[in-house]
């Protein structure tokens, strides 16, 4: 669905304003359990990038992101060298972090080496035995930032060696892969999201 076609008169979450691909990713991808391990480390890697700026940013440059970093496969970032991140950071369509750019390879050699053990989408859907969380908010204020289950693993990535993946970081992953359904009841996307939960199966 291209962010075109979005019906302009649904009723969705406040975040998602007037803009058309704000709209377009709130109504086909936030919420919406995924288990795919390219995507799930791409989207870790970009909510690193967004830490301190708003989602929408990063969404703007996501297609440029994608582009100058080799889709996020980690066999590419991980050789990536000085030349390489001197070249990224005079880069004007991506987020020009240098912390954010070397934690990014940094993270695919991390993930690279928890692969060897476990998937991971294992990894984090373990944590709630493979069911998506339903919540049932009313109010926009009423969700919280981070919970007790994203500060326990946001501590489990640190040890493993991952960076940029603070509680708060990691509540917004959890949010957006659909672990946790946090679009308002009155939303037109709570339920399909409740249903594909339903549907959901981790394996």
Known sequence: MEPSKIKTNSIRCPWAGDDSLYQHYHDTEWGVPKIDDQALFE?????????????????????????????????????YDDKKIAKLMHDPGIIRNKLKIEATISNAKTYLALKERQSLGHFFWKYIDGIPVQNSFKVHDDIPA??????????????????????????????????????????????????????????
């Open 43 to 79: 989207k870790l890697c970009l909510e690193g990038f967004q830490a301190g700026l708003s989602w929408i940013t990063v969404l703007r440059k996501r297609e440029h992101f994608r582009k100058v970093f080799d889709h996020f496969v980690p066999e590419k970032l991980i050789i």
């Open 146 to 203: 981070q919970t007790e289950l994203s500060e326990q693993i946001s501590k489990d990535l640190k040890k493993l060696g991952f960076r940029f993946c603070g509680p708060t970081i990691v509540y917004a992953f959890m949010q957006s892969i659909g672990m946790v359904n946090d679009h308002l009841t009155t939303c037109h996307r709570y339920e399909a999201c409740v249903q594909l939960g339903k549907d959901f199966k981790m394996y």
